[in-house]
């Protein structure tokens, strides 16, 4: 009898996901039938994007996970009738167009390339960047994706430091945790990137007074989740000098609404949700191998805390 695979996304990613998952379960080696319409208590596996149509959990009598297509699940961890593993999608290709797109950035602002583009009526005033081993940047959340980007800045010489809630080692990175730790490495980040899950207990990291903290003309990077940052607070101390600049990719609500102040702030950079996507192609091998382990009684990979919501 065939593993039956619930695919429950918005119809549009149908066509995105079809062939790449069947392919990726078929070199698994599983029998699998793969179907946006299947009886709910017929179902296996789910593979669930938040913004599907299914909210309740309660039919699926005989599922035995959930698969999240979203690196993020702080809109499905809270849900009352979900009483079975739920697993975050960690996907190889996500963290690799994560890792790009922040160090781009990273050293955009590193090397001032910004302030580098002349105009024909701006003064010839040529200037000698710092050294990556002179610019201290810090990465809060260090998690996997987290951790990606700590290990590329590493290799380009920069002093980094990551911050996470609870202790991590990571070869190469001062690592910091807890409120202390927090305060430590926002007094250092001339850079700050910001990959920490949303969560009650992250909401507003970067607030009036955490902000503070950070060294007169600080850049802020967010591409991990909008709830992190208190607007105000960002957009008062951009308009003090005390932040020099802003690259904000997340927001509380998308699309940015037309009127936020972000637009027309000359010191915000605002991109449109790009940092990352999922990749059909490398999430539906990390979903393949999920109900492999599933169907052996291995563990899942990537399983959601639901004590900590990520």
């Known amino acids: 009898m065939p593993i039956n695979v619930l695919?429950?996304?918005?119809?549009?990613?149908?066509?995105?996901?079809?062939?790449?998952?069947?392919?990726?379960?078929?070199?698994?080696?599983?029998?699998?039938?793969?179907?946006?319409?299947?009886?709910?208590?017929?179902?296996?596996?789910?593979?669930?994007?938040?913004?599907?149509?299914?909210?309740?959990?309660?039919?699926?009598?005989?599922?035995?996970?959930?698969?999240?297509?979203?690196?993020?699940?702080?809109?499905?961890v809270g849900n009352q009738t979900l009483n079975i593993p739920l697993a975050r999608m960690v996907d190889p290709g996500l963290t690799k167009g994560m890792v790009?797109?922040?160090?781009?950035?990273?050293?955009?602002?590193?090397?001032?390339?910004?302030?580098?583009?002349?105009?024909?009526?701006?003064?010839?005033?040529?200037?000698?960047?710092?050294?990556?081993?002179?610019?201290?940047?810090?990465v809060l959340g260090l998690g996997a994706l987290g951790h990606a980007v700590t290990q590329s800045l590493v290799n380009l010489g920069f002093d980094v430091t990551g911050w996470s809630r609870s202790t991590k080692d990571i070869q190469g990175v001062r690592c910091l945790h807890g409120t202390d730790g927090l305060r430590a490495a926002l007094g250092r980040a001339e850079i700050a990137v910001l990959l920490l899950p949303d969560t009650p207990a992250t909401e507003n990291t970067l607030n009036a007074e955490t902000l503070a903290l950070m060294p007169k003309g600080a850049r802020i990077i967010n591409p991990g989740r909008g709830p992190l940052i208190d607007d105000d607070a960002l957009l008062a101390a951009l308009d003090k000098g005390h932040i020099g600049h802003a690259t904000l990719d997340v927001f509380r609500v998308e699309p940015l609404p037309?009127?936020?102040?972000y637009w027309a702030h000359p010191n915000v950079t605002?991109?449109?949700?790009?940092?990352?996507?999922?990749?059909?192609?490398?999430?539906?091998q990390v979903i393949a191998e999920n109900i492999r382990r599933g169907e052996i009684g291995q563990k899942f990979l990537h399983l959601v805390d639901r004590t900590l919501g990520y």
């Not at 596996?45 to 909210?55: E, H, L, M, T």
């Not at 605002?270 to 539906?284: D, K």
């Open 258 to 261: 037309s009127d936020h102040p």
């Open 7 to 76: 695919f429950a996304a918005r119809p549009d990613r149908w066509d995105t996901y079809e062939h790449p998952l069947k392919s990726a379960i078929g070199q698994a080696g599983l029998d699998a039938h793969l179907s946006m319409d299947i009886p709910a208590d017929k179902v296996d596996y789910i593979v669930y994007a938040p913004n599907s149509d299914v909210q309740d959990f309660a039919p699926f009598t005989r599922a035995k996970a959930v698969l999240n297509l979203w690196a993020g699940v702080e809109n499905v």
């Open 100 to 138: 790009e797109w922040v160090t781009g950035h990273v050293l955009r602002y590193h090397l001032g390339i910004d302030i580098d583009i002349l105009r024909k009526d701006t003064l010839w005033e040529p200037r000698t960047p710092p050294l990556a081993q002179e610019r201290s940047v810090v």
């Open 270 to 284: 605002v991109t449109p949700h790009i940092a990352a996507e999922t990749r059909a192609s490398t999430a539906s």
